[in-house]
């Protein structure tokens, strides 16, 4: 393995223990717990549950494969913010949302070439790219693992309750 | 740049993207504000300042650069919780504390060659690393960047109050 390989392994190797912790901590909240605020006045689970989808969802199409799986979740968990819409979905249904959505994401990281890590997202013109060479695919997993490492902070100060 | 150069440039722009962030999150609450909980019950910012302060320091240790600068703070901030041992440190202190070791940092980084940043980290043992070469110093700082978001995500609850 040389370098460029080892540092592919070692962001795919973040963003896959970041989706697994993601998994623990939900896995540890009933659906009632996750409609409260992770703190007073702020997100609840609900929302950042939908929100860690859309943004993955994105990915989707920054990544140049193809186009996002849950369309409808843009409005209400990124232009929106928490409690400006009416809930329109369950998180039962959301939590199904996120594990098909890693499921298809994993299938097409598994058949990436290392090459194909390192050429540009969609975001950003060939010309640009020549001079900005970290504008790359590897650049996107990279940015959403810190995304969602910041919203996991935040997910794990709800605290379960016996419902 | 090649491709292995390309990924350190990526990891060391999400680090100090990140230590970017912590300072602006850090100005925007006074000394009294970081005394306040993150969320009802949880770790106080006081706590995850010195935490993450304690953090940084014991990667001096694993990328090889000499020994931590301020050793007194594992005690209080990694070994124990918050609220179990007496605050013994001042707020502002601690701030003082992150800029320098921020600054001290930072230059040791920027000394570091491509090859340095893909050299093993202290905790591996030479054996280890050729079956396991992910284990690198630039994975330390991986680590810690994504470590960093997750406790970010939590001192933003921080509400400010006019104290």
């Not at 007073?40 to 860690?52: A, D, V, W």
């Not at 209400?76 to 890693?102: C, G, H, T, Y």
């Not at 994993?106 to 969609?122: I, S, V």
């Not at 940015?143 to 709800?158: D, E, P, V």
Request: charged share 30%; aromatic share 8%; net charge negative.
């Amino acid at each position: 393995m040389n370098k460029e390989q080892i540092a592919v392994k070692m962001i795919l190797d973040r963003w896959n223990a970041s989706i697994k912790n993601l998994d623990v901590v939900l896995a540890a909240l009933n659906d009632d717990d996750l409609m409260r605020e992770v703190a007073p006045g702020k997100n609840r689970g609900y929302y950042l549950l939908g929100h860690l989808i859309a943004v993955h969802d994105d990915m989707i199409k920054l990544m140049g494969l193809g186009e996002k799986l849950y369309p409808e979740l843009h409005e209400p968990f990124i232009k929106n913010a928490d409690k400006v819409m009416v809930d329109e979905f369950k998180v039962s249904d959301l939590r199904l949302n996120l594990n098909r959505q890693n499921e298809w994401m994993k299938q097409q990281f598994d058949a990436f070439t290392n090459d194909d890590w390192y050429d540009k997202h969609t975001a950003v013109s060939q010309e640009e790219f020549v001079a900005e060479p970290h504008r790359n695919k590897l650049n996107i997993v990279l940015t959403r693992t810190t995304h969602l490492q910041y919203h996991l902070g935040q997910l794990k100060l709800i605290t379960k309750h016996d419902n």
